[in-house]
């Protein structure tokens, strides 16, 4: 079987990952990369083996070989991009959000229908946890019975300080939200996807706890520490916090919180769905284990295990229980899901596929923006209203 050739635009932090996980897939060779930094993309190109390297993305959207390409640019061009590589037939496999707004997204969606035979997916990896499809499986068989509630967090540390800064504050590079739509939006994901029900309206409080912040005069990667002497004070226009009220679509009610301010926090996900007879907890830093609570009985601690997976979740879950499997892994299972989609002939929008489609990110934006029209206006709002 030939590999399908994958071309990455943009090497940043994400797009270190991304290669990564395509050289653990065996039916891909990544063939060419692409960034404005032409040296670093050179750089990562010598260091993972990249035989071509352009300056620009359209040569390498151009390139005739390249038959799938990876969208890792800022939130700002995302729409620039992926609408080139669309036209160009390509399959597209973009970061999120995908778009600085909903307009914007709802534009690649349209530009989709005119090329049918394009595959595009989106980066939400956590959907794509052995456990979490797991627990997607049983929510659906009626294990824990009438969804009631869904509640849990997003926390992170990394831009706790005055000092901190990334692109992702400004709001010409990241739209209108920037908590909520960067991390916020991986959380809501997982909600939908393990309960298979759509958020259907939204109750926020959003706070900016850091109006002001200090940049720096040089580019800082993402997550890095910032030790740079030469800053200027900034206004800042993008939330740190969010705590939201939900409501979904099959009754069940919610709330989370997601916060880039919580000390100690690196990754923190957790998120829980509790039901008529049962619930389930998960935490992405101990995402092998899943804690099943019971009413009438112990509770349990649920150890991924291909053996025992719910439905067909055990093609996400590879290594042997016990040998502990986490976000490279979620990543991999992503792009094995997006290309194995591909491989197999399906067609958007005919076929059903386990990663995130341009229509799901299109639907998370809307949500984001919901957000943050009810932190403003301080009253509950209804998804696209």
Not at 20 to 47: M, P, S
Not at 51 to 57: H, L, M, S, T
Not at 64 to 80: A, F, G, V, Y
Not at 172 to 200: F, N, P
Request: charged letters at 25%.
């Amino acid at each position: 079987m030939s590999k399908i050739k994958v071309g990455i635009i943009g090497t940043g932090y994400i797009g270190d990952s991304h290669i990564e996980a395509i050289g653990r897939i065996g039916r891909l060779e990544l063939a060419a990369i692409a960034d404005v930094n032409y040296e670093l993309a050179k750089k990562k190109a010598d260091a993972f083996g990249v035989e071509k390297v352009y300056k620009n993305i359209d040569e390498l959207i151009n390139d005739e070989d390249i038959q799938s390409i990876h969208d890792c640019t800022p939130t700002n061009l995302h729409l620039e991009v992926n609408e080139k590589i669309i036209k160009a037939g390509k399959h597209v496999f973009s970061e999120k959000p995908l778009g600085k707004t909903s307009a914007e997204s709802a534009k690649m969606i349209e530009l989709l229908k005119n090329h049918p035979g394009v595959v595009a997916g989106v980066n939400f990896c956590y959907r794509m946890n052995g456990l979490i499809q797991d627990a997607k499986h049983r929510v659906r068989s009626g294990e824990i019975g009438k969804l009631y509630l869904i509640h849990g967090l997003y926390l992170q540390d990394w831009l706790l300080y005055e000092t901190d800064y990334n692109w992702r504050i400004e709001p010409e590079y990241t739209g209108v939200s920037r908590c909520v739509g960067d991390i916020g939006s991986h959380w809501m994901d997982l909600a939908q996807v393990i309960s298979g029900s759509k958020i259907t309206e939204v109750c926020a409080n959003t706070v900016i706890a850091l109006p002001i912040r200090k940049k720096p005069a040089g580019q800082v990667e993402t997550f890095s520490v910032n030790k740079n002497q030469d800053y200027r004070e900034v206004k800042v226009a993008t939330e740190d916090y969010a705590g939201v009220l939900l409501k979904f679509d099959n009754g069940a009610s919610g709330v989370f919180q997601c916060s880039e301010i919580s000390a100690g926090r690196k990754c923190f996900i957790d998120i829980e769905v509790d039901g008529s007879k049962a619930s389930f907890q998960w935490n992405q830093q101990t995402s092998d284990q899943m804690w099943k609570g019971n009413r009438d009985s112990n509770n349990e601690q649920v150890m991924r295990n291909p053996n025992l997976a719910a439905g067909d979740s055990r093609k996400y879950s590879h290594l042997a229980a016990g040998h502990p499997e986490g976000w490279n892994d979620a990543f991999k299972n992503n792009l094995d899901a997006f290309y194995g989609y591909i491989l197999d002939g399906k067609k958007m929008g005919k076929d059903p596929c386990d990663f995130a489609t341009f229509e799901d990110a299109h639907y998370l934006m809307l949500l984001t923006e919901a957000i943050i029209k009810s932190g403003k206006e301080r009253r509950w709002v209804r998804v696209n209203e």
